[in-house]
């Protein structure tokens, strides 16, 4: 009688175990799982727009032909959310702003000069500080103002 070899019952063996579900076959195994990527953090939130209430009486530094000169600026918001106001010297009194528009922390204002050109104002603001310039035609300068308290 020939000995019996193992290598036939071990194939065996495996076929069996297969068909029952006991032992995956290398076909059935789950491919290997990538690492998940990174997740990039979240993009920082946008500086919030401070909002700036330039209302109130304004003390103004300006050159005008050739003359330094302070005006007077009073400025205030309407109920439709318009903003109106005056702009007055010791040489001219009170005269009306034409128009005045708020964009972040910069006001355009217009207005009509006592010589009768159009003029305009531009204030940056800053707490209680402003700083801009003013315009009409043939004069300008720098302006640097303080609200009153």
């Known amino acids: 009688m020939r000995p019996l070899s193992i290598a036939p019952l071990a194939l065996l063996a495996l076929a069996a175990c297969q068909s029952a579900g006991t032992m995956p076959s290398p076909a059935a195994a789950p491919a290997p799982v990538a690492a998940p990527a990174p997740v990039a953090a979240p993009a920082p939130a946008p500086a919030a727009s401070v909002a700036v209430d330039p209302a109130g009486k304004w003390s103004l530094g300006l050159n005008a032909m050739g003359q330094q000169l302070e005006v007077s600026l009073d400025l205030y918001k309407l109920s439709d959310g318009k903003w109106a106001g005056t702009v007055s010297s010791a040489m001219f009194p009170p005269f009306p702003i034409s128009e005045a ?9 217009s207005f009509v000069a006592p010589t009768g050109d159009p003029a305009k104002i531009t204030l940056d603001f ?5 700083q801009g310039e003013w315009t009409m035609a043939g004069d300008g300068s720098k302006v640097v103002g303080r609200r009153n308290q």
Do not use: E
Request: charged letters at 30%.
């Open 101 to 109: 528009t708020l964009t972040g922390k910069r006001m355009v204002i």
């Open 126 to 130: 800053d707490g209680d500080a402003a």
